[in-house]
């Protein structure tokens, strides 16, 4: 499996919404630095802005940032399950939109990735919901496949 281009995997229907990278970070900046940025090893809010990550699928888009207290680096993906990653926030966004109503599958080839990209991407999300929320039930079933798989069973949520 080769590099995709996932600007031109995801189809005119789908609404220019899910290609829009810019979009999607602004909505997860105002959802990770909720209450204000601050650094992830010590916890200061005394922190400035160092310029934009030269990552290229985000270029221009992740911010950089130092710890005035401790001189910590850190991102807007430190310690996220972004972090690492070089699949776009768009496809992200479009796996999280549409896992209720399509099959793993299904979003693969409309993604024109791999079942497994699409697998491992529900189970970062489901992981991190079940991490960070620990009073959030999960309601609803997730396709994967042919096969319907109840969410709410906790091994969908160890971590492996």
């Known amino acids: 499996m080769g590099a995709y281009d996932y600007k031109k995997l995801i189809t005119k ?15 997860f900046r105002s959802i990770r630095w909720a209450d204000g940025v601050y650094c992830p090893k010590c916890k200061s809010f005394d922190v400035y ?6 990552k290229s699928n985000y270029k221009g888009i992740i ?3 130092t710890c005035k207290t401790c001189n910590n680096n850190f991102n807007d ?14 496809v992200f966004a479009f796996i999280l939109f549409h ?9 693969a080839k409309y993604l024109g990735c791999s079942r497994n990209t699409v697998y491992r991407i529900i189970k970062d ?18 396709y994967l496949s042919e096969f319907k798989v109840n969410f ?9």
Do not use: Q
């Open 13 to 27: 229907e789908s609404s220019d919404i899910y290609l829009n990278e810019s979009f999607f970070m602004d909505i």
């Open 49 to 54: 802005k160092k310029g934009f990550l030269k």
């Open 63 to 65: 911010r950089k940032y």
């Open 77 to 90: 993906f430190t310690n996220t399950f972004f972090e690492n990653s070089k699949i776009p926030m768009s």
């Open 99 to 107: 896992m209720d109503s399509m099959s793993v599958t299904d979003m």
């Open 125 to 142: 999300i489901y992981r991190a919901i079940g991490n960070k929320h620990e009073n959030f039930v999960l309601t609803n079933n997730g």
């Open 152 to 160: 709410n069973d906790k091994r969908c949520l160890n971590e492996n």
